[in-house]
């Protein structure tokens, strides 16, 4: 079993940056792709960038550019740095993992294991 537990949510005004961090424990596969997405009331989750196992990295269009996504092996920790924020960032931000394959890495259903999420709220 995979626990994914994320921290670092908060308000925010636009223009500023957090930091997202998700701890993963528990049996990790060395395959496991490692993402976080995000759902906003009255919209369906959507992927916002990922992390393939063999290190490649995707993002949504609406994020490029101003967010980063990271992985610190030795701690099982995924981040996600957030720059630039927007008041249409405002959502619950949550981290997932799973096997993957690369052309399926910002499709929520593909993955296995999810964290409660944190929300992220932006004003303007």
């Known amino acids: 079993q995979v626990e994914l537990v994320e921290s670092g949510g908060g308000s925010v005004q636009a223009g500023e940056s957090l930091r997202l961090s998700c701890a993963a424990s528990?049996?990790?596969?060395?395959?496991?792709?490692m993402g976080w997405f995000r759902q906003a009331p009255g919209k369906e989750r959507e992927g916002v960038s990922a992390i393939h196992s063999g290190g490649g990295t995707r993002y949504a269009d609406s994020v490029k550019a101003r967010f980063t996504i990271s992985k610190d092996n030795a701690k099982n920790t995924l981040y996600l740095q957030m720059n630039s924020l927007k008041p249409e960032d405002t959502a619950i931000y949550y981290c997932a993992g799973g096997s993957v394959e690369w052309r399926s890495l910002l499709d929520p259903i593909r993955y296995n294991y999810w964290g409660r999420g944190t929300q992220v709220t932006v004003s303007s």
């Open positions: 528990g049996n990790i596969a060395s395959n496991y792709c």
